[in-house]
């Protein structure tokens, strides 16, 4: 395929699938002089990353939103073949939000043959989801490293709701010295308090009407802890049986951890947030909470 061939065209924005290409129209935004932000997905858009979108599209003069499935980052192979999947429906919705150009890679051109580098944060992806999804953060950090230096964007934006993800994304960008900003972007949740997710379409309708107790706990959980100082172990232990007795049939983890480093803590005595993954039938929901610092 030639670089004028890939070129597809939907509603003023185009749909890219060659780097070459790619670099060739970030290039002409920078000569320019205009600012490029990227949005990386994984595609099944919802309100939650169309949010990314809009906080891209404030900032930056040009935005790019991706869309790869990486097959690097998950660590069941029925879960990859299962993720839901709707380009042209997230293409309808990219260009209706002004995006101006769709990155949406084959997995050969982000993965060639012979591919074997990794990227790994260790201290931060051993815990939480790193350590129930094992290789799944090297695999996010691998892409997006990868997705940095192919957009070259200035900016890229990142959902709170995967908050481990965001420090990791963060540390790489610090520690290779990449030259883009990491904007983290609030959650975003339906009315009842339930966090957007491709995976709430899986959960039968009795499921999404109990998965709000999640956020409910959370946030029970963090106003006990920043009303009473008081150890972890006591709130974990009640948010534990709370959730566990409202629907959710298996606990990851349900955890207190420092909102920068990811240090457990006993008590929330420096910026703290609660963290949690648990399952309901076959999906697994997770979710976060900051804590607000106690008397
Ligand atoms: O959060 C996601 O959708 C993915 O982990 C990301 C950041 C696009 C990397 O594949």
Aim: hydrophobic share 45%; proline share 6%.
């Amino acid at each position: 395929m030639t670089l004028a061939q890939d070129r597809e065209s939907y509603g003023g924005m185009a749909v890219v699938r060659r780097v070459a290409n790619l670099r060739q129209q970030v290039a002409g935004w920078r000569r320019a002089g205009e600012r490029v932000g990227v949005v990386p997905t994984m595609g099944a858009l919802h309100a939650g990353h169309m949010s990314l979108v809009e906080a891209a599209r404030r900032d930056c003069a040009r935005v790019i939103a991706t869309i790869f499935v990486n097959p690097k980052q998950f660590n069941r192979p029925d879960d990859l073949t299962g993720y839901p999947r709707d380009e042209a429906g997230d293409a309808d919705k990219l260009a209706a939000a002004g995006v101006d150009v769709l990155f949406a890679p084959p997995v050969e051109e982000v993965y060639p043959p012979g591919f074997q580098t990794r990227v790994s944060v260790p201290e931060l992806s051993n815990c939480l989801c790193g350590l129930t999804r094992p290789g799944h953060m090297d695999g996010v950090a691998t892409v997006v490293t990868k997705l940095f230096l192919m957009t070259g964007a200035e900016r890229a934006y990142f959902g709170e709701k995967d908050f481990q993800q965001l420090l990791i994304v963060k540390r790489l960008a610090r520690d290779l010295d990449v030259p883009v900003e990491v904007v983290p972007v609030e959650t975003v949740r339906d009315g009842d308090g339930l966090a957007l997710s491709s995976r709430n379409a899986l959960l039968t309708p009795s499921q999404r009407a109990e998965a709000p107790v999640i956020y409910r706990t959370l946030t029970a959980m963090a106003a006990k802890l920043a009303a009473a100082d008081s150890d972890a172990a006591a709130v974990l232990g009640w948010g534990r049986s709370e959730l566990l007795a409202a629907g959710i049939e298996k606990l990851d983890y349900l955890e207190l951890r420092a909102a920068d480093d990811l240090q457990e803590l006993p008590r929330p005595d420096r910026p703290a947030r609660l963290f949690v993954a648990g399952w309901m039938g076959g999906v697994r929901l997770i979710d976060n909470v900051a804590v607000p610092l106690g008397r």
